[in-house]
């Protein structure tokens, strides 16, 4: 089934054990997310990574980053408009997780550049190390426990704007290592996040919003998708919470 299917088996018995569902099988994402607009609303220094990953700026656990005020004059940009159909929607049409050489693909290069004192088998499987979760603080020691956040979903960024691109261009969407894209994340956020967007879910720990919404915000302003008035509301209320 290829490299996708790798720690599959893990992931399933962290999923018996966390009550939630999904496993990033043949053609799955690893992230365990399925469409929806249910609302869920909710009140480190990585390791240098093969594969171009850009490195992280300090205070920083993602790649990337700008700072509150270019975050602002982000947002400010974003075009605004309201979420588009999911029709004609799959993840299949996001290529991931892609080869990044040397065995690697790209699951494997976030959870190697994200942890601490990670160590890869001859298949680049991460059999050791450290995570701590950016969204929630929990430290995690079973990379099986983990899963690769897409900071915009892909399934928001279809709504926003993706339905309109090519196959090329959504592949690079879905394995972006350069910018804040992708971190790994505890599964029981990642799967309550779902495919919401920021106005809809919220990490629940409030100390990684200044992150948050810049991340995302320099995400969607990379790509042009839009974001709706909610959503651009929320992510100020986030980049708000940086210190001055």
Known sequence: MGRQTR????????????????????????????????????GTAPSAAPGGAAKTAPGDVLPGMVGAAVARTQLAALTTGKPGTMAGYSRDKFTHWAEQGNKCDTREVVLKRDGRNVTQDSECRAVSGSWTSLYDGVTVNDASKLDIDHMVPLAEAWRSGAAQWDAAKRKSFANDLTRPQLLAVSAATNRAKGDQSPDLWQPPDKSSWCQYGRAWTTVKSHYGLTVTEAERTMLTTMIDTCAA
């Open 7 to 42: 720690g599959c088996a893990g992931v399933v018995a962290a999923v018996l054990l966390l009550g939630v569902g999904g496993c990033g099988g043949s053609g799955g994402s690893g992230d365990g997310k399925t469409p929806g607009r249910t609302a869920t609303s909710a």
